[in-house]
């Protein structure tokens, strides 16, 4: 046989054994990555078995602290009760929240909690206060221990499936798959007992209090300031939206009619090389807010004659009595915070943001939503606590620096007046203190974050 015979066939062997060793390479490769796939699956499974078992548990303590709750006579051991209810409403939420799109599938569960945790706040902040506990709050929280029995219930026969194997924890991908409607799924699963818990929901009592998810807001809250006023047209608002702006109506362009508690009419239009989104309440024809996009150069103002010039188109603007706050540079955009004035008493719910341009003074933003919804000529109650005695309920080591009575906002969207202290400590840190005028605690403690851009509350 001649040389070039054997060097055919070594080179045909060296072509085998590499492809022989490519395809093992290849395939441990995809073996482990199969691995690696499949533990990341195990890992993300047992977090969801493990947020569900969280859920489950906080649900059963919360339950249980709502039974207590319920029948508790001593306003100690109900301010005690209801922080352990905050505590595990807060543990419930942060479980719902690390299941694959929890807070769609338990929309409804999510709320409760929400709610019993948010109300239970407010108790134990009523408790504090000296306000005690009404028949009706009791009423209140015995309807919430026996939504919140059955839920619990609920749950606990689905985590006993869950560990049987009759049904499994979605993934991510499957439960979006799931939701979008873009595959059928396979077997059961929690996903599809989830909608089961939703749709057997136990029926939620109506709570009326001083917080966020009161029935009150729901069904009580309508714009003050448009009360009496008639509706207008898309045309009109329209017209309102150009007269605004100093502008021909022609130029915008009608866009969707909005709904909620301030329906509106919008519009857009291309003004200065920048788009402006303008709203226009539906009853009233009242703007309610503007946007500008223009690019804003370089500062010709400083951010004082930016205030005046957002006055000064207040008052342009038929807002009289209105006193700025606090504002706030970015990038040569000033926005200044407005609130009503009624005598001597602030309201800081009648709030008007304006945002002034400071390269020429012009306005690029507006909002008066707070305004809108509130804004009202208010009966004001003489102070039964006068200002010497609320500035005694201040921690001594608080210089107070100024003093005026104000209007603010709780949580409810409630309202109560307070004598309003801004104080400052010895390193020069800024407070605002808010005592009641009527009781003389305190309501509210604000820190005030302030640097050359301006003043933040926090």
């Known amino acids: 046989m001649t040389k070039e015979f054997f060097r055919s066939r070594k080179a045909r062997v060296l072509a085998v054994s590499f492809a022989a060793a490519a395809f093992a390479v290849t395939g441990g490769a995809a073996l482990k990555s199969h691995a690696r796939a499949e533990a990341y699956r195990n890992i993300v499974n047992n977090t969801y078995q493990h947020a569900f078992a969280e859920l489950t548990t906080a649900v059963a303590e919360m339950d249980a602290a709502l039974q207590k709750s319920?029948?508790?006579?001593?306003?100690?051991l109900l301010a005690q009760l209801c922080t352990e209810l905050f505590g595990r409403a807060m543990s419930a939420q942060m479980a719902i929240g690390e299941l694959p799109y929890g807070n769609v599938e338990l929309a409804q569960t999510a709320s409760f909690v929400a709610k019993v945790g948010d109300y239970a706040a407010a108790l134990s902040r009523s408790n504090a206060s000296g306000g005690g506990t009404t028949e009706e709050e009791k009423e209140s929280l015995r309807a919430l221990a026996a939504a919140s029995s059955q839920l619990s219930q609920m749950l606990?026969?689905?985590?006993?499936?869950?560990?049987s194997g009759t049904i499994t924890l979605d993934d991510l991908e499957h439960a979006q798959a799931r939701l979008a409607q873009?595959?059928?799924s396979t077997g059961d699963t929690a996903g599809s007992s989830f909608q089961n818990v939703e749709s057997d929901f136990p029926e939620v009592p109506t709570l009326i209090y001083d917080g966020p998810f009161s029935e009150h807001l729901a069904t009580q809250q309508q714009p003050r300031a448009l009360e009496g006023?008639?509706?207008?047209t898309q045309e009109e608002a329209q017209a309102a939206a150009a007269e605004f702006m100093g502008l021909k109506p022609e130029i915008f362009t009608p866009m969707s009619a909005g709904d909620?508690?301030?329906?509106?009419?919008?519009?857009?239009?291309v003004v200065d090389g920048g788009e402006v989104y303008i709203e226009v309440s539906r009853q009233g024809g009242k703007v309610s807010e503007l946007?500008?996009?223009?690019p804003v150069g370089e500062a010709n103002l400083t951010a004082e004659e930016g205030v005046e010039a957002a006055r000064t188109f207040l008052a342009e603007q038929g807002y009289g009595e209105m006193e700025p706050s606090y504002y706030i540079n970015q990038n040569n955009i000033l926005t200044v915070n407005f609130a009503a004035r009624q005598g001597d008493v602030l309201c800081y719910p009648d709030l008007i943001k304006v945002v002034v341009a400071l390269d020429n003074g012009s306005i690029v933003g507006f909002e008066t939503d707070g305004y809108l919804m509130n804004h009202t000529r208010r009966t004001l109650e003489t102070p039964a606590v006068s200002a010497e005695e609320a500035q005694a309920v201040l921690d001594p080591?608080?210089?107070c620096l100024s003093h005026q009575l104000v209007i603010i906002p709780t949580s409810g969207k409630y309202e109560v007046l307070c004598h309003e202290f801004k104080c400052q400590l010895e390193n020069w840190q800024h407070y605002i203190v808010y005592v009641n005028a009527q009781t003389g605690s305190e309501e509210k403690i604000l820190l005030l974050i302030e640097d050359e851009s301006g003043t933040l509350t926090i």
């Open 260 to 269: 909620g508690a301030l329906p509106n009419w919008s519009f857009s239009a």
């Open 397 to 399: 080591a608080l210089e």
């Open 70 to 76: 319920a029948y508790a006579t001593s306003e100690s």
């Open 229 to 232: 006023l008639e509706e207008v």
């Open 291 to 294: 946007m500008n996009s223009r």
């Open 156 to 163: 606990q026969d689905l985590q006993a499936d869950i560990h």
């Open 182 to 184: 873009a595959q059928e």
